[in-house]
């Protein structure tokens, strides 16, 4: 997980207030804008997909990983997190409402292939993603990825 | 056997199914190559059973072939409880 908490280093912005999905995915795609990692353009592809395939993008329960195509304007390997203040729907019948949205882009099939299999391992571990939505910043987020001992429940 | 993970454009979704569907296929001794796919270039050719987001069934009306679908895409234990009884099934069904 070393590599995923060191490529969301900086691109990480938590409690975000955001009306619906499609400003969640834009304000995602402004967190990898600022960092120079993608084009304006891409953010907006990652929204025509949703729009026009559907929101499988929701993963499992709560989380979205939103992405387009390389030549949607991925500038480099990159993957971010917002976390949002408050759930929103994406109209997935199953893992609505989202609060957790990872953005990523990837400049060919290869380069993001190690961060996205660390990622899936990371949301396949419940109690992981309870700590991601218990972490207050973002140094606790990298901790998390990392591998810190996670609190006992209900603490 | 050839298995096909589908999803909208073959750089997410569908490699962390075939992540996920390779190693339960290994740790169960079934031999297979897994693809993951985008909807564009899928034409249902030469895939003996695919496994796509349940949020994509509308994409595979009409597909006539073994198809899984998956609600929870990081639950091993969703993927593993869906894919091996068809999984089995095909293997069944070679001469």
Known sequence: MERLARCLTGRVALDVEARDWEEAVRLAGEVLEKAGDIEPAYTEAMIRTVREIGPYIVVTPGVALPHARPENGVLRAAIGLVRLARPVSFGNEVNDPVDLVFPFGTPDRDQHIEVLAALSRLLSDPRRVAALRRAATEEDILAVLRGAPLAPAGS | ?95
């Open chain 2, 1 to 95: 056997m050839r298995v096909v993970a589908l999803c909208g454009m073959g750089f997410g979704t569908s490699l962390m199914l075939k992540m996920f569907i390779g190693e339960i296929l290994e740790a169960h001794g079934v031999k297979a190559e897994v693809h993951a796919w985008d909807l564009g270039s899928f034409k249902g050719q030469d895939a003996d059973i695919v496994v796509a987001p349940t949020d994509m069934k509308k994409h595979l009306e009409g597909y006539q072939g073994r198809v899984v679908l998956i609600g929870n895409l990081t639950d091993r234990q969703e993927i593993e409880e869906k894919l091996l009884p068809v999984v089995r099934e095909f293997l069944d069904a070679q001469p």
